[in-house]
């Protein structure tokens, strides 16, 4: 890899963010139109939390066991305190870091704003390129 090691280096795509007082119905279809796993979520200009496809899936699983049919809200379900990296941040410091936590992504900023995420995929990504490269 030829590439300088800061995380920004290696975010995909663009950054899909959702407000905190969305529905998690509009979530789920922000995902499904631009493929994505995770949104981070916002209140306001600040960052508020993450949500995953899994959280989708299972605030709909227990709102349809539970027959409510009241809308579910994103602020309701994320998970507060992601795990935000700097985009200078090394890249083996967020794949060290995302292990030892167990977690899905980190979100990447530039200046306080949201410049991408990196994912366990994008990882997988580079490690295959690594390993073909390596040959």
Known sequence: MSKSSAIGNYIMGSAYTISCDETV????KMMRQHQIRHLPVLD????????S????????LIAA???????IFVKDICVYDPYVVPDSEPLD???TSMAR?????????HDGAICGIFTTTDA????????????
Not at 25 to 28: D, K, S, V, Y
Not at 44 to 51: A, D, E, L, M, W
Not at 53 to 60: E, F, I, P
Not at 103 to 109: E, H, L, R
């Open 44 to 51: 306001g200009r600040k960052i508020f939390g993450i949500i």
């Open 53 to 60: 496809d899994r959280d989708v899936k299972l605030a709909k």
């Open 101 to 109: 936590r167990r977690i899905g992504c980190a979100i990447v900023t």
């Open 25 to 28: 119905a509009l979530a789920e």
């Open 93 to 95: 410091a967020v794949a």
């Open 124 to 135: 997988c990504r580079l490690l295959a390129e690594f390993v073909r490269n390596a040959r």
């Open 65 to 71: 066991q539970r027959g409510t049919g009241r809308d």
